[in-house]
């Protein structure tokens, strides 16, 4: 079983990241904050799901994310007119930035990629 963990404080888009993985038989555990985040990243997984409009500093949570594991595959995504956002995003990190739209329609996708 694949493990994912995801930094994001918006209920819908956990609602739909948890169903998604259900079908995919992919494990999800959610963070509200970077500590939090932090914490899950003892479960070893493959992903790291970041909302970039979340309100608990998703940018320095990346940046720790970082300094802590370097090897672990980062996808970030935001609304699509968040140009400055998603350069920041991606000097902290991120390996994909993705619009909202685009991440809602690959997810399936993306979820798969971690999968053992």
């Known amino acids: ?9 918006d209920l819908f888009f ?9 079908q995919l038989g992919v494990e999800v555990k959610v963070a509200a904050n ?5 914490g899950l990243m003892a479960s ?3 992903l ?12 320095a949570a990346i940046e720790s994310l970082r300094q802590a594991r ?5 996808v970030g995504f935001l609304s699509h007119v968040q140009r400055d956002l998603a350069a920041q995003a991606q000097a902290a990190g991120c390996d994909e930035v993705l619009p909202r739209s685009s991440f809602t329609q ?6 798969s990629a971690a999968k053992d």
Do not use: F, H, W, Y
Request: no cysteine.
């Open 1 to 9: 079983m694949g493990r994912v963990v995801a930094l994001m404080d």
């Open 14 to 22: 956990q609602m739909k990241l948890a169903e998604t993985a259900k």
């Open 34 to 38: 970077g500590e939090a985040l932090m």
């Open 44 to 46: 070893e997984p493959k």
């Open 48 to 59: 790291v799901i970041v909302d970039l409009n979340a309100r608990s500093q998703p940018i």
């Open 70 to 74: 370097k090897d672990i595959r980062v």
């Open 106 to 111: 690959n997810l399936a996708a993306i979820l």
